[in-house]
């Protein structure tokens, strides 16, 4: 690798980095949102379509526990294979046929018939879905201005939010006539967003990783203005390796990276795949009215937590919201406090970790540089993936063992280990140039 920068532009108020809001920003927005937004929807339709599922296929909690882990069993392999994969051939080639397996993916869960062939299916949409994690992020960050780059990544989160609780609406009004079509649904946002990713480009700072100026060059001449530089980025002689995460430079931020985005959302996934017993085993009063009200905190923080992300030091903010999510965690698995005080706790927590997952596509991200951006954010997606898939796995079988109080309690040990682990290796990237 080159130990020079092949193009200097920190002089320059023309970069690519401080250009105008344009039409590129705005198909690169659309194609990563709604790709996001997607992958929020595929995970929140089966809460509900379990249960239905559950009645015709005659699920145990081992095997319920399977069929609403398998997408995250996916995402794990499909971050961790395919973030090297976009680091090595490109973003653009990876992010476009992505959707279209999504498409073809989400249309074969209308023929299911047994638990295996439905667990296969979500699989392998858990696969397209670690592509999303492991490459959308990391485009949209190299091709957004510096200036809107940490609230427009913030907003990935929120727009997941959206997904996923429209996603838990459609579920619950129309799982009961039949589960199949609900989660076969996801084919059609599917669709739309594959047709916009056609017109998307290579992103330019890739092509310049890569030494291929002339292509960076043509990139930024058709869609921005004349004159427009090209950002600041070091070529290498070869692409990065997989096993660079782990030599001395990196090796804390990779472990790290895993580390946050596992204990963020495992207890989360848990908790939202199976959000009715859960709730009811706890004592709050069941109804619309109550899941409303939980989603409605959810979106809300994943909201107000856009420019809370923007405006606060990343180190500082994954410190207190895990300390947050442990105390309330606790609260909850505590059956002989007030209802009230459940039902506060409860809301804390789903408000704090919708939040604080906004930095999920925000941190990673930052911490990598381009040649191995997508292999970086890839493994950080996997293991929290593995981390959500087990505690998913889990939830069902510690509910029917124990009860769902001790099984929340047991959920708590997630943001402790996030808690100790920031404390100790949480970088600071806030305002730090992505290169």
Not at 16 to 37: E, I, P, S, V, Y
Not at 358 to 376: A, D, I, K
Request: a positive charge; charged letters at 15%; aromatic letters at 10%.
């Amino acid at each position: 690798m080159s130990s020079e920068p092949n193009i200097t532009t920190s002089a320059q108020s023309n970069s690519m980095d401080d250009a105008r809001w344009n039409k590129l920003h705005t198909l690169a927005t659309f194609c990563t949102l709604g790709g996001t937004a997607l992958d929020g929807y595929i995970l929140g339709v089966v809460g509900d379509a379990i249960g239905a599922a559950t009645d015709e296929m005659h699920f145990t909690p081992i095997t319920q526990g399977l069929v609403g882990a398998s997408a995250l069993i996916g995402i794990f392999i499909g971050g961790l294979v395919f973030g090297r994969v976009a680091d090595r051939w490109g973003r653009r080639t990876v992010f476009k046929w992505n959707l279209i397996a999504f498409v073809g993916l989400s249309l074969l869960q209308l023929v299911a018939v047994t638990t295996w062939d439905l667990a296969a299916y979500r699989v392998l949409l858990g696969v397209a879905i670690g592509v999303e994690y492991a490459v959308g992020a990391a485009l949209l960050t190299e091709f957004a201005p510096a200036r809107v780059r940490s609230a427009l990544l913030s907003t990935l989160q929120a727009t997941w939010f959206v997904g996923f609780v429209g996603a838990n609406f459609i579920s619950r009004a129309w799982s009961q006539d039949n589960w199949r079509v609900v989660l076969a649904s996801s084919a059609i946002p599917a669709l739309i967003v594959a047709l916009a990713r056609l017109r998307l480009p290579e992103s330019p700072r890739w092509l310049i990783s890569q030494g291929r100026l002339d292509d960076a060059r043509a990139v930024v001449d058709k869609h921005f203005p004349a004159g427009t530089a090209l950002p600041e980025v070091e070529t290498v002689e070869e692409p990065a390796k997989f096993r660079e995460l782990f030599d001395r430079d990196h090796w804390r931020r990779s472990v790290y990276g895993g580390i946050f985005w596992a204990c963020q959302v495992g207890p989360l996934f848990a908790i939202f795949t199976f959000i009715t017993p859960v709730l009811d085993g706890i004592g709050l009063p069941s109804g619309f009215t109550r899941d409303f009200i939980m989603n409605m905190l959810q979106l809300g923080g994943a909201i107000v937590f856009i420019w809370i992300v923007a405006g606060t030091k990343r180190r500082m903010l994954v410190i207190s919201t895990f300390a947050l999510m442990l105390v309330t965690l606790i609260l909850i698995g505590f059956p002989t406090l007030p209802l009230a005080v459940l039902a506060i706790a409860t809301g804390v927590y789903m408000f704090t970790a919708a939040g604080a997952s906004n930095l999920q596509f925000v941190y990673p991200s930052e911490m990598f540089e381009t040649r191995m951006r997508t292999s970086g954010v890839g493994f950080s997606a996997s293991m929290s993936r593995l981390g959500a898939a087990l505690a998913t796995y889990l939830l069902p079988v510690l509910m029917a063992t124990f009860g769902a109080n001790v099984a929340i309690i047991m959920l708590a040990l997630f943001p402790l280990v996030g808690l100790l682990g920031s404390v100790a290796w949480a970088p600071e990237t806030r305002n730090k140039a992505i290169k």
